[in-house]
């Protein structure tokens, strides 16, 4: 089955710097990776997906890329906010094959100020 | 996302005893999933369904059973529970292949003695 490793696993950044993430995945059959993001106490809430047939995209100040050949995909944040601090996972499904989500273990970032 | 709701919230129980979380929604998608979630481990696939008529395990299925009584619910059983079952337990809904974002519910932190 699909694995996705994510790394780091803890993140610490001044506000206004940069921050990225980065997620490998195993089966070369995925097609769809989501990023979530998990306030503390809180359910995770979809803050940007890519498809397989896009390398890029970018939302306001938050942007996924992939990489299919290295099969690993980014989530890139910039001018950081104390608001951004929460936990990021990556994810990676085949789209329409039981849109199962496989996650990795998730970033602790936290945005000081 | 209120359309997705889970009861209980919270629960504390003692080994051995039977556990059932419910899960409604609201949305009309079709695809409903239990995740459990523990720290450093990312959220992971119990069960899922397709439909009413279609269950599926999902990677950590062992001490576990589902009910999908109709297309807005989706229970999950501890038939008898163990400490080891002490995590945050998370439904999520989803309808690809128009909607492939799974949504998920506000969680219930289940204690076991």
């Known amino acids: 089955g699909e694995n996705v490793e994510q790394h780091p696993s803890t993140l610490s950044v001044q506000e206004g710097d940069s921050a990225v993430i980065k997620c490998t995945y195993s089966?070369?059959?995925?097609?769809?990776f989501p990023w979530y993001k998990q306030e503390l106490g809180k359910r995770p809430q979809l803050i940007i997906d890519?498809?397989?047939?896009?390398g890029e995209k970018k939302d306001q100040r938050i942007a996924v890329t992939l990489n299919k050949t290295a099969k690993h995909f980014s989530l890139h944040i910039t001018e950081t906010q104390p608001e951004d601090s929460a936990v990021y996972f990556c994810?990676?499904?085949?789209?329409?094959?039981?849109?199962?989500?496989?996650f990795g273990t998730g970033t602790q970032l936290k945005v000081e100020l | 996302d209120a359309d997705v709701t889970q009861t209980p919230r919270n629960r504390i129980t003692k080994t051995g005893k039977r556990i059932m979380l419910e899960c409604s929604q609201t949305?009309?998608?079709?695809?409903m999933y239990w995740y459990r979630q523990d720290p450093g481990l990312g959220l992971r696939l119990i069960y899922y369904?397709?439909?009413?008529?279609?269950?599926n395990k999902g990677e950590i299925s062992d001490g576990y059973s589902v009910s999908r009584q109709a297309q807005a619910k989706f229970s999950l059983s501890l038939e008898s529970a163990i400490p080891n079952q002490t995590a945050l337990y998370f439904c999520?809904?989803?309808?690809?292949?128009?909607?492939?974002?799974?949504?998920f519910g506000p969680g219930t932190r289940l204690t076991v003695l």
């Open positions: 890519i498809r397989s047939n896009v």
């Open positions: 994810a990676a499904s085949i789209s329409g094959g039981g849109n199962k989500l496989t």
């Open positions: 089966d070369s059959a995925s097609n769809y």
């Open positions: 999520a809904t989803s309808d690809p292949p128009l909607v492939d974002e799974q949504f």
């Open positions: 369904s397709f439909d009413v008529k279609d269950i």
């Open positions: 949305k009309g998608h079709d695809r």
